[in-house]
């Protein structure tokens, strides 16, 4: 099968490459750039392990193919430190004890950022309802959404880090 | 040293955080070797089939395949966690007992050609009957699973304490019901995989595994190899919860290939395959009879329990036995009987999950409750007269040394206002409260100690080694903690290699709850071995006794004398040039009867120590839809001196997730041996939204044993949270389920049945 050229922007640098037609997002993040943050834990789009940020929109990379996403301009979790610090998010994260395995970690931390980007202090239900697209086995959930407020509430840091 | 804890007990950022948030923590399936091939497995489309041949020759042709194996390549060894149970060779040669089975496998330069070659590979079967469920399988003439097991009766749990049939007789009142639970998948979110990396005679290995020794062990033994040329790595897990514990098909798989195509190979099983192919949960049966006097006091109780093994024996007499020994070391029982029954099926292979015993549990406490309100009594003040205290011995004879278990009662009680609520139960609206207690470490031959090394470094830092895993729990940092607080230095000056065989030594791993009480044991006593040479040698200098000494900030100073102090790093250079550098070992054996035997001898201690706790759910019933609902979730969990009170609310809060709410929606669907849900669409975890209110309560009855006290973090809670969710139902509808998980349906069922008695 051809393979087709697709240029898009990850993590603010510009990328050039040369994927098979079939090839899911998942699959040329990891396996061509290394970029090894997002997991999969389903392949089917059930648990949001997978998620980055295409165009500001949190998607589950193993239901995208990359070709769909040329010219886009992709977040994913290695590209949310700036300058050597943190993401709020992710401090707030590692303060509120809401990492156990972390293998849902990459993907919660950018549905959460998706989140903020467009509703910077979302209520403590809007959270939920927003993180329950993603499945996370270990932690109840509950040390997820109080970090998700608490980087909320470290707005000013948030607005300047992004 | 002295009684104020600097880093033990403090809500501390877990050491592993900052790898997982940043997304550069590496699992299995991230690792990349040059030359490295993916493998592919081959699976058993029959539930119980003879292999009649099985043709590789084909597959081996297609360019780009470099190994293709079946068990014919193997060693002909059977695996088993005892010498009675040795049954399991992982890629079978004489028969396939379930669907999705190993049967052969390939490793090539990508996946297509994997594919590709496993479509050419061809495999003869004669179909054989089968059967799937344990009471037809105990029946005379039921197709036999295995020669060695007579009626599929792979093991017999034969516990008799006492004169049940006196008791029960003399009883003021005596119920009997029957339960049955669906298994359950573990659902950790990482899918299993495994890289195997065999050059020079050494075989490396790094897969998700809940305790490297253990693994590596078994390993060797299916290889055939020494075990010193069999190297389980340390590598990031996502997520155990009991489903990591045991050797795995595809460890034997990986293994073989490595080796035959003398290159690294990776093998990343799909969500399905791990559903379908590694460990599952058990399915049960349980008659539970009990005998009380007239004011609670359970005077007798009568089990016979039936457990679904699936199609090998796994840890079987473990798996047979748990279930009952959580419950008998929580409560006293004067006369006891218990007859566990594993019985095999055509059914995928079953292990430990944290919440093992689900129906057990959950038939007797809401047994107890009802029997409660026939006798006019309530449920907390029946838990209270029944629970164990401090000092006392369980049926099976376990000394019981430090118990907070009416401490967590009276907590979740209260703040729930228990008492009060439960009376007035209605239907649609109920609270339950569900209690247990855990062993903290339990007999496992040599394997039931770990064993610890430090030295410290010419800045000052240490590194210790140590056999711990961790799978998400947060152990890793709990030994930091503790090492920490040890040797006065802070957290990040503590360097960490664990759950690596070949550097470090024996350690039971993250079994029976051990990583803290006997692991983390291990390295506060190595610690303390090293921190008395540094004592001494600051002894010396500073001209004060060693006693009046303390480290904290990275300095040892005199506890009279403030001002008298060093620099650790100092005297770690000073021991430099005595040619006597700062390095100790430690290790820590938990004071358990090693005589101990789950079947031939089911008596003596059983654990280091046990944990307690108290969990209470209430819930809510649309009685149109039978959909429960859960409000408010509390627990108490007696951990002893929590390490980390973080980590460990984490833990509770996880525990109700999946024990908790599992109760009302999880369990695995059968058709004839072929699992229905064996993805996330179809087998339903709890979300974000499925989330009752939480409320964790720490009850801290610091262990005279434990490492500052502490004893385990969070385990009873995923065993009892199913009961309450299980009680509260009972309250709220005034009946017995028979059926778990309550899934709408079944609670349909309940009610209509209530309302057929009532008129
Ligand atoms: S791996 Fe993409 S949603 Fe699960
Ligand atoms: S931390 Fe393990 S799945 Fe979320």
């Not at chain 1, 430190?81 to 993907?107: D, W, Y």
């Not at chain 2, 070391?329 to 093992?356: A, D, Q, S």
Request: with cysteine; proline share 5%.
């Amino acid at each position: 099968m051809k393979a087709v050229k697709v240029n898009f922007r990850i993590n603010d640098e510009p990328v050039a490459l040369e994927v098979k037609p079939y090839e899911t997002l998942l699959e040329t993040l990891r396996e061509r750039l290394d970029l090894i943050g997002g997991k999969e834990a389903c392949g089917l789009g059930s648990c949001g392990a997978c998620t980055v940020i295409v165009d500001g929109i949190p998607l589950r990379s193993c239901l995208v193919l990359t070709p769909e996403v040329d010219g886009a301009s992709i977040t994913t979790i290695e590209g949310l430190a700036r300058n050597g610090r943190l993401h709020p998010l992710q401090e707030s994260f590692m303060e509120k004890g809401a990492v156990q395995c972390g293998f849902c970690t990459s993907g919660m931390i950018l549905t959460a950022k998706a989140l903020l980007d467009r509703n910077p202090r979302p209520a403590r239900k809007e959270v939920v309802k927003t993180i329950s697209s993603n499945i996370c086995r270990c932690t109840g959930y509950k040390k997820i959404v109080d970090a998700v407020l608490d980087a909320s509430l470290k707005n000013k840091a948030y607005h300047i880090n992004n | 040293m002295s009684d104020d804890l600097n880093i033990v007990g403090k809500r501390v950022v877990r050491s592993d955080t900052l790898a997982k948030v940043t997304g550069q923590a590496r699992y299995t399936a991230d690792l990349k070797f040059p030359n490295m091939l993916t493998a592919k497995v081959l699976r058993s489309p029959f539930p119980h089939a003879r292999i009649l041949g099985i043709d590789l020759s084909r597959a081996l042709k297609v360019p780009g395949v470099k190994a293709a194996i079946s068990g014919f390549d193997a060693y002909g060894v059977k695996w088993g966690v005892f010498r009675y149970t040795q049954d399991h060779a992982m890629l079978p040669t004489d028969k396939v007992r379930y669907v999705g089975e190993d049967v052969a496998a390939v490793a090539a330069v990508d996946e297509e050609t994997a594919l590709e070659a496993l479509s050419l590979i061809k495999v003869d079967y004669e179909p054989l009957p089968a059967v799937f469920d344990p009471e037809e399988a105990m029946q005379e003439g039921a197709p036999q699973i295995h020669e060695a097991y007579q009626n599929n009766i792979n093991i017999h749990v034969h516990i008799d304490v006492g004169d049940v049939d006196r008791a029960m007789a003399e009883a003021f009142l005596v119920r009997e019901d029957t339960f049955k639970a669906a298994g359950e998948a573990y659902a950790m979110m990482e899918p299993y995989a495994v890289v195997a990396s065999y050059a020079n005679g050494f075989l490396e290995l790094w897969m998700p595994n809940a305790g490297p020794h253990v693994r590596a062990k078994a390993l060797s033994n299916l290889l055939k190899m020494p075990l010193n040329r069999v190297r389980v790595r340390h590598i990031y897990s996502g997520g155990a919860f009991g489903g990591r514990s045991e050797v795995s098909p595809g460890d034997l798989v990986a293994s073989l290939l490595s080796i035959k195509a003398g290159r690294p190979v990776k093998l990343v099983l799909s969500r399905e395959e791990n559903a379908t192919s590694t460990r599952q949960i058990h399915d049960m049966i349980a008659t539970v009879k009990t005998g009380m006097s007239r004011d609670g006091t359970i005077v007798a109780k009568d089990y016979r329990v039936i457990y679904d093994g699936g199609a090998y024996s796994s840890t079987g007499p473990i798996a047979t036995s748990i279930p009952f020994y959580v419950y008998e070391e929580c409560y006293r029982f004067p006369n006891v009987r218990y007859n566990g029954y594993r019985v095999l099926t055509n059914k995928g292979i079953r292990g430990m999950y944290g919440c093992h015993g689900r129906a057990f549990l959950a038939g007797n406490e809401s047994q107890m409750d009802l029997m409660a309100k026939e006798l006019g009594l309530d449920p907390v003040d029946v838990r209270l007269k029944n629970g164990l205290s401090s000092g006392e011995m369980t049926a099976t004879k376990s000394l019981i040394t430090s118990c907070g278990l009416a401490q967590t009662i009276a907590r979740a009680s209260e703040s729930t206002h228990f008492k009060e609520k439960w009376p007035k139960a209605k239907r649609g609206k109920g609270i339950g409260m569900g209690c247990i207690a855990i062993m903290c470490g339990f007999p496992m031959g040599f394997r039931s100690g770990s064993a610890c090394y430090v030295k410290m470094n010419d800045d000052g830092q240490a590194t210790i080694v140590t056999g711990v895993v961790d799978n998400g729990q947060g152990n890793e940092s709990v030994v930091i903690q503790v090492a920490s607080e040890v040797l006065g230095i802070p957290m990040e000056d503590i360097n960490l290699i664990n759950a690596d065989t070949e550097a470090t030594n024996l350690d039971p791993g993250a079994y029976s709850q051990a990583a803290t009480f006997v692991g983390a044991n291990a390295v506060r006593v190595a610690c303390e071995n090293a921190r008395r040479k540094i004592t001494a040698i600051a002894a010396e200098k500073l001209g004060v006794p060693a006693e009046d000494l303390d480290l904290k900030d990275r300095m040892v100073f005199s506890m009279t004398t403030p001002d008298k102090k060093m620099p650790v790093r100092w005297i770690v250079r000073e021991a430099f040039f005595r040619g006597d550098p700062i390095a100790a070992t430690g290790s820590y054996f938990p004071k358990i009867d090693i005589e101990r035997e789950w079947v031939s001898r089911p008596w003596g201690q059983m654990a280091g120590t046990f944990s307690f706790g108290t969990s209470v759910a209430e819930v809510r019933i649309d009685s149109h839809t039978g959909r429960i609902t859960v409000p408010r979730f509390t627990a108490a969990h007696d951990c002893g001196r929590p390490i980390n009170p973080m980590a460990v609310e984490g833990q509770m809060e996880g525990s109700i997730q999946q024990a908790g709410i599992a109760a009302i929606m999880e369990g695995n669907l059968w058709d004839h041996g072929f699992l229905l849900n064996p993805d996330l669409l179809e087998y339903k975890v709890p979300l974000a939204c499925d989330m009752p209110e939480i409320d964790t309560i720490i009850i801290s009855s610091m262990d005279p044993e434990g490492p500052f006290g502490a004893k385990e973090g969070g385990l009873t809670i995923r065993m009892n949270a199913y009961s309450a969710i299980a009680c509260a139902v009972t309250n709220a509808t005034d009946a017995l389920f028979t059926e778990l998980p309550l899934t709408p349906d079944r609670v349909l069922t309940i009610l209509e049945r209530k309302k057929g008695v009532k008129k």
